[in-house]
Protein backbone atom coordinates (compact mmCIF):
# COMPACT_ATOMS: atom_id res chain seq x y z
CA UNK A 1 0.00 0.00 0.00
CA UNK A 2 1.17 3.11 -1.06
CA UNK A 3 2.09 5.94 1.88
CA UNK A 4 -0.21 8.73 2.19
CA UNK A 5 1.64 11.44 2.41
CA UNK A 6 4.83 13.01 0.72
CA UNK A 7 7.38 15.37 1.28
CA UNK A 8 7.11 19.15 0.00
CA UNK A 9 10.00 19.51 -2.09
CA UNK A 10 11.14 16.04 -3.60
CA UNK A 11 8.07 13.79 -2.85
CA UNK A 12 9.51 11.41 -0.33
CA UNK A 13 7.03 8.69 0.97
CA UNK A 14 5.92 9.48 4.71
CA UNK A 15 4.18 7.05 6.43
CA UNK A 16 0.09 8.56 7.66
CA UNK A 17 -2.14 6.86 9.93
CA UNK A 18 -2.74 3.51 9.16
CA UNK A 19 -0.18 2.87 7.09
CA UNK A 20 2.38 0.03 7.49
CA UNK A 21 6.32 0.21 6.71
CA UNK A 22 6.58 -2.05 3.54
CA UNK A 23 10.18 -2.82 2.22
CA UNK A 24 9.55 -1.33 -1.21
CA UNK A 25 8.56 2.33 0.36
CA UNK A 26 11.41 1.77 2.61
CA UNK A 27 13.60 1.32 -0.44
CA UNK A 28 11.81 4.51 -2.20
CA UNK A 29 12.61 6.59 0.99
CA UNK A 30 16.17 5.52 1.22
CA UNK A 31 16.71 5.50 -2.80
CA UNK A 32 15.08 9.03 -3.33
CA UNK A 33 17.54 10.59 -0.10
CA UNK A 34 20.59 8.59 -1.92
CA UNK A 35 19.94 10.40 -5.26
CA UNK A 36 19.93 13.72 -3.57
CA UNK A 37 22.82 13.11 -1.36
CA UNK A 38 24.47 12.21 -5.18
CA UNK A 39 23.54 15.23 -6.75
CA UNK A 40 24.43 17.41 -4.56
CA UNK A 41 28.04 16.00 -3.67
CA UNK A 42 28.79 14.75 -6.95
CA UNK A 43 28.92 10.98 -4.90
CA UNK A 44 31.64 12.79 -3.22
CA UNK A 45 31.89 10.69 0.33
CA UNK A 46 34.87 12.56 1.70
CA UNK A 47 34.95 16.71 1.01
CA UNK A 48 35.34 20.15 2.74
CA UNK A 49 32.89 22.36 3.22
CA UNK A 50 33.90 24.63 5.55
CA UNK A 51 37.77 25.81 7.11
CA UNK A 52 38.33 28.52 9.63
CA UNK A 53 41.73 30.58 9.99
CA UNK A 54 44.99 28.40 10.65
CA UNK A 55 48.02 29.61 13.19
CA UNK A 56 51.23 28.39 14.71
CA UNK A 57 51.90 29.22 17.96
CA UNK A 58 55.32 28.34 19.79
CA UNK A 59 56.05 27.86 23.38
CA UNK A 60 59.14 28.63 24.29
CA UNK A 61 59.41 26.22 27.41
CA UNK A 62 58.01 23.29 26.37
CA UNK A 63 59.76 24.36 22.92
CA UNK A 64 57.15 22.85 21.40
CA UNK A 65 54.01 24.05 18.38
CA UNK A 66 50.36 24.14 18.37
CA UNK A 67 48.55 24.02 15.50
CA UNK A 68 44.68 25.48 15.70
CA UNK A 69 42.03 26.13 13.70
CA UNK A 70 39.60 28.78 14.47
CA UNK A 71 35.88 29.53 12.94
CA UNK A 72 36.25 33.10 10.85
CA UNK A 73 33.24 34.40 11.81
CA UNK A 74 30.84 34.44 14.99
CA UNK A 75 28.71 31.29 13.40
CA UNK A 76 31.07 29.65 11.49
CA UNK A 77 32.54 26.36 11.73
CA UNK A 78 36.57 25.80 12.55
CA UNK A 79 36.03 22.73 10.63
CA UNK A 80 33.14 21.43 8.05
CA UNK A 81 32.70 18.28 5.63
CA UNK A 82 31.89 15.05 5.23
CA UNK A 83 33.56 11.98 6.03
CA UNK A 84 32.89 8.02 5.22
CA UNK A 85 29.20 9.54 3.84
CA UNK A 86 28.81 11.34 7.04
CA UNK A 87 28.65 15.17 8.41
CA UNK A 88 31.53 16.39 10.50
CA UNK A 89 31.51 19.94 11.80
CA UNK A 90 32.79 22.03 15.18
CA UNK A 91 32.49 25.65 16.21
CA UNK A 92 35.15 25.22 18.94
CA UNK A 93 39.13 25.98 18.15
CA UNK A 94 40.83 23.01 16.82
CA UNK A 95 44.14 22.30 18.59
CA UNK A 96 47.06 19.94 17.33
CA UNK A 97 49.99 19.45 19.28
CA UNK A 98 52.42 18.89 20.53
CA UNK A 99 54.43 19.95 17.14
CA UNK A 100 58.28 20.18 17.35
CA UNK A 101 60.95 21.89 15.53
CA UNK A 102 62.94 20.64 12.37
CA UNK A 103 59.94 18.66 11.23
CA UNK A 104 57.40 18.62 8.46
CA UNK A 105 53.55 17.40 9.78
CA UNK A 106 51.09 15.90 7.93
CA UNK A 107 47.72 16.94 9.05
CA UNK A 108 44.27 14.75 8.70
CA UNK A 109 40.53 14.82 9.31
CA UNK A 110 39.92 11.28 10.75
CA UNK A 111 36.74 9.28 10.90
CA UNK A 112 35.48 7.94 14.47
CA UNK A 113 32.52 5.93 15.29
CA UNK A 114 31.10 8.32 16.94
CA UNK A 115 30.38 10.03 14.11
CA UNK A 116 27.26 8.42 13.62
CA UNK A 117 25.54 9.99 16.25
CA UNK A 118 27.51 12.79 16.91
CA UNK A 119 28.77 15.30 14.13
CA UNK A 120 31.39 16.87 16.13
CA UNK A 121 32.90 12.84 16.44
CA UNK A 122 35.70 13.43 14.29
CA UNK A 123 39.26 14.03 15.28
CA UNK A 124 42.23 16.16 13.60
CA UNK A 125 45.60 14.50 13.83
CA UNK A 126 49.44 15.12 12.61
CA UNK A 127 51.84 12.30 11.18
CA UNK A 128 55.69 12.87 10.65
CA UNK A 129 54.95 10.76 7.17
CA UNK A 130 52.07 10.92 4.98
CA UNK A 131 49.31 8.69 5.35
CA UNK A 132 47.38 6.71 2.35
CA UNK A 133 43.76 8.75 1.91
CA UNK A 134 40.86 6.81 2.68
CA UNK A 135 37.20 7.18 3.03
CA UNK A 136 38.11 7.44 6.92
CA UNK A 137 40.96 9.27 6.56
CA UNK A 138 41.61 12.91 4.43
CA UNK A 139 44.44 15.46 4.51
CA UNK A 140 43.54 18.82 6.33
CA UNK A 141 46.95 20.38 5.71
CA UNK A 142 51.13 20.22 5.99
CA UNK A 143 52.95 22.01 8.37
CA UNK A 144 56.62 22.35 8.39
CA UNK A 145 58.93 23.45 11.36
CA UNK A 146 62.12 24.62 11.21
CA UNK A 147 63.73 26.30 14.73
CA UNK A 148 61.26 28.72 16.03
CA UNK A 149 59.37 29.19 12.95
CA UNK A 150 56.71 27.14 10.51
CA UNK A 151 54.56 27.53 7.85
CA UNK A 152 50.99 25.90 7.13
CA UNK A 153 50.68 25.16 3.55
CA UNK A 154 46.37 24.05 3.02
CA UNK A 155 46.59 23.57 -0.61
CA UNK A 156 47.25 19.65 -0.05
CA UNK A 157 44.56 19.16 -3.07
CA UNK A 158 41.35 18.63 -1.08
CA UNK A 159 37.85 18.37 -2.20
CA UNK A 160 35.49 21.03 -1.44
CA UNK A 161 31.89 21.68 -2.03
CA UNK A 162 29.09 24.59 -0.86
CA UNK A 163 25.45 24.33 -1.35
CA UNK A 164 24.41 27.50 -4.12
CA UNK A 165 23.13 29.49 -1.15
CA UNK A 166 26.41 29.48 0.38
CA UNK A 167 28.70 29.95 -2.70
CA UNK A 168 26.91 32.85 -3.50
CA UNK A 169 26.93 34.44 0.05
CA UNK A 170 30.35 32.84 1.61
CA UNK A 171 33.08 34.94 0.46
CA UNK A 172 35.80 32.68 2.36
CA UNK A 173 37.87 30.37 -0.58
CA UNK A 174 34.54 29.01 -2.13
CA UNK A 175 36.65 27.08 -4.45
CA UNK A 176 39.35 26.48 -2.10
CA UNK A 177 42.59 28.51 -1.42
CA UNK A 178 44.30 27.85 -5.18
CA UNK A 179 42.45 29.34 -8.00
CA UNK A 180 43.34 28.47 -11.76
CA UNK A 181 40.90 30.17 -13.79
CA UNK A 182 41.68 30.90 -17.51
CA UNK A 183 39.76 33.91 -17.98
CA UNK A 184 38.53 36.59 -14.87
CA UNK A 185 36.34 39.57 -16.21
CA UNK A 186 36.19 42.17 -13.02
CA UNK A 187 33.35 44.62 -13.52
CA UNK A 188 33.49 46.64 -10.54
CA UNK A 189 36.72 46.76 -7.61
CA UNK A 190 39.72 44.69 -7.27
CA UNK A 191 41.98 44.23 -4.07
CA UNK A 192 44.80 42.48 -3.37
CA UNK A 193 45.92 42.70 0.59
CA UNK A 194 43.42 45.29 1.24
CA UNK A 195 44.98 47.57 -1.77
CA UNK A 196 42.66 48.72 -4.68
CA UNK A 197 43.88 47.07 -7.60
CA UNK A 198 42.85 49.45 -10.91
CA UNK A 199 43.02 48.44 -14.57
CA UNK A 200 44.99 49.69 -17.22
CA UNK A 201 44.54 51.46 -20.96
CA UNK A 202 47.20 52.00 -23.37
CA UNK A 203 47.80 54.80 -25.60
CA UNK A 204 50.88 56.34 -27.71
CA UNK A 205 51.75 59.67 -28.77
CA UNK A 206 54.26 61.72 -30.27
CA UNK A 207 56.51 64.01 -27.80
CA UNK A 208 55.45 67.65 -28.08
CA UNK A 209 58.25 68.84 -26.12
CA UNK A 210 57.10 71.34 -23.41
CA UNK A 211 53.84 72.52 -25.18
CA UNK A 212 53.23 68.89 -24.09
CA UNK A 213 50.23 67.03 -25.74
CA UNK A 214 47.44 65.90 -24.40
CA UNK A 215 45.43 62.84 -24.56
CA UNK A 216 41.65 62.34 -23.08
CA UNK A 217 40.41 59.02 -21.64
CA UNK A 218 36.52 59.08 -22.26
CA UNK A 219 34.61 57.30 -19.58
CA UNK A 220 37.45 56.39 -17.21
CA UNK A 221 39.28 58.60 -14.84
CA UNK A 222 42.99 58.64 -15.29
CA UNK A 223 45.17 58.20 -11.90
CA UNK A 224 48.45 57.23 -12.45
CA UNK A 225 50.76 57.40 -15.74
CA UNK A 226 53.86 55.00 -16.78
CA UNK A 227 55.47 56.70 -20.08
CA UNK A 228 57.89 54.43 -22.12
CA UNK A 229 60.13 56.54 -24.90
CA UNK A 230 60.53 53.97 -27.71
CA UNK A 231 64.11 56.29 -28.63
CA UNK A 232 66.76 57.79 -26.70
CA UNK A 233 66.59 61.98 -26.60
CA UNK A 234 63.01 62.37 -25.10
CA UNK A 235 64.82 63.77 -22.08
CA UNK A 236 63.02 64.06 -19.06
CA UNK A 237 58.96 62.95 -18.61
CA UNK A 238 56.45 64.94 -16.70
CA UNK A 239 52.74 64.73 -16.87
CA UNK A 240 49.41 66.35 -15.60
CA UNK A 241 46.08 64.60 -14.85
CA UNK A 242 43.19 67.56 -15.19
CA UNK A 243 39.54 65.65 -15.22
CA UNK A 244 39.84 62.60 -18.45
CA UNK A 245 42.47 64.72 -19.58
CA UNK A 246 46.57 63.73 -19.80
CA UNK A 247 49.10 65.96 -20.58
CA UNK A 248 52.93 64.79 -21.24
CA UNK A 249 54.93 66.62 -21.61
CA UNK A 250 59.43 65.91 -22.56
CA UNK A 251 62.31 68.44 -21.97
CA UNK A 252 64.06 66.72 -25.45
CA UNK A 253 63.55 66.13 -29.02
CA UNK A 254 60.06 66.16 -30.47
CA UNK A 255 58.50 63.23 -32.73
CA UNK A 256 59.52 60.70 -30.35
CA UNK A 257 56.70 57.59 -29.41
CA UNK A 258 55.78 57.87 -25.72
CA UNK A 259 54.04 54.59 -25.13
CA UNK A 260 51.50 55.25 -22.16
CA UNK A 261 50.17 53.06 -19.37
CA UNK A 262 47.30 54.75 -18.12
CA UNK A 263 45.66 53.12 -14.33
CA UNK A 264 41.83 54.19 -14.40
CA UNK A 265 39.11 54.11 -12.18
Known amino acids: MAYRYRTQFYGIPVMGEGDMLTEEQEWIQMNTIDSLLFASNLGARNLYIE ?5 LSY ?3 ECEFTLSISPISENG ?8 GMAFFSRETITVHPLYSNTTYYVYVEYNQ ?6 QGFSVKAYVSEQMDSKYKMKLCEVTILDTTGTINTNV ?19 GTSLLQDSISVLDSLSVRGEQVHGSIYRSIQSAGSDG ?19 LGA ?14 YNSGATGI ?9
Not at 157 to 175: D, E, L
Open 235 to 248: GEIAWSIENSAITV
Open 213 to 231: VEVTVNGKTPLFVTVYPEE
Open 59 to 61: DSE
Open 51 to 55: EGSYA
Open 257 to 265: TLNLKIDVA
Open 157 to 175: GKVYSSNIINHISNHANPH
Open 77 to 84: FSLAGIIN
Open 114 to 119: GLATDA
